[in-house]
């Protein structure tokens, strides 16, 4: 007689249960949490903060510019200002020292080889290289008289002015005084006709009438010969106009 051996229940394991068998969730491998984009450090925007102190450079910065420009147009108005009256003592002490004009002394030659000598008529004349207004600066530096001035070649030009332009020396009479005058505008290079156009601003030539004069732009010895530089009809520079001015200074 036959024997039927019977698997119990457990030994016949469950087909659920195939694979490996634990209590938690099955993974295909490492899981994340949902993926969004990447920050770092340079996709952050700036801070109000951040904002406000760069805001805060740029106007100390643009104040320090400002300040700058403000102390070199200052400086270069002061040494304008020097200059003429350095010229003016320069003038009166060459007189004084050979009794003529520089310019018109005939014995130039005298002074420095090279130099040109004028006819001694009292006035400051001629043309070209014998110009005496032009002659007038060889006379008063081979004199050292003036010393720091920016000299161009001899006959060609005046010398320059720390605010750009020229000076020159002309015999002229302005208003009711005839006289040498300091012209202070611009010439063309190489011009030798003493015409000049106006340099100054209202307050550069007002602040050069203070120093030297009485602060007037039609009387005195510092005047200007342009119209729109003074209020009108009244003796006083007008600062509210934008035009420049033709400043003449008495020696």
Request: proline content about 6%; glycine content about 12%; hydrophobic content about 40%.
């Amino acid at each position: 007689m036959m024997s039927i051996r019977t698997r119990s229940a457990a030994s016949h394991p469950d087909p659920k249960h195939y694979g490996p068998t634990h209590s938690g969730p099955r993974h295909s491998g490492p899981r994340h949490p949902a993926a969004g984009p990447d920050i770092t450090e340079d996709d952050r925007g700036f801070t109000l903060v951040e904002v406000a102190i760069a805001l805060v450079v740029i106007a100390l910065l643009v104040g320090t510019v400002l300040q700058a420009q403000g102390m070199v147009g200052n400086s270069r108005a002061q040494a304008f200002v020097s200059e003429v009256g350095a010229i003016r003592t320069a003038f009166g002490q060459f007189q004084e020292r050979y009794g003529a004009l520089p310019g018109d002394y005939t014995d130039a030659a005298a002074l420095a080889s090279g130099v040109t000598a004028g006819d001694g008529n009292g006035i400051l004349s001629g043309d070209g290289a014998s110009q005496e207004s032009l002659n007038a600066w060889r006379h008063l530096t081979a004199a050292q008289f003036l010393t720091n001035l920016k000299m161009p070649p001899a006959g060609t030009s005046a010398p320059s002015t720390p605010l750009g332009g020229q000076y020159q020396l002309v015999s002229a009479t302005v208003g009711a005084t005839s006289g040498v005058w300091l012209r202070i505008g611009s010439m063309t290079t190489g011009s030798t006709t003493g015409n000049s156009t106006p340099l100054l601003t209202v307050d550069q030539a007002r602040r050069l009438d203070m120093e030297l004069d009485d602060g007037l732009p039609a009387t005195g010895s510092v005047v200007t010969s342009t119209a729109a530089c003074q209020v009108t009809g009244s003796n006083m520079y007008n600062l509210a106009a934008t035009d420049t001015c033709l400043i003449q200074v008495l020696m």
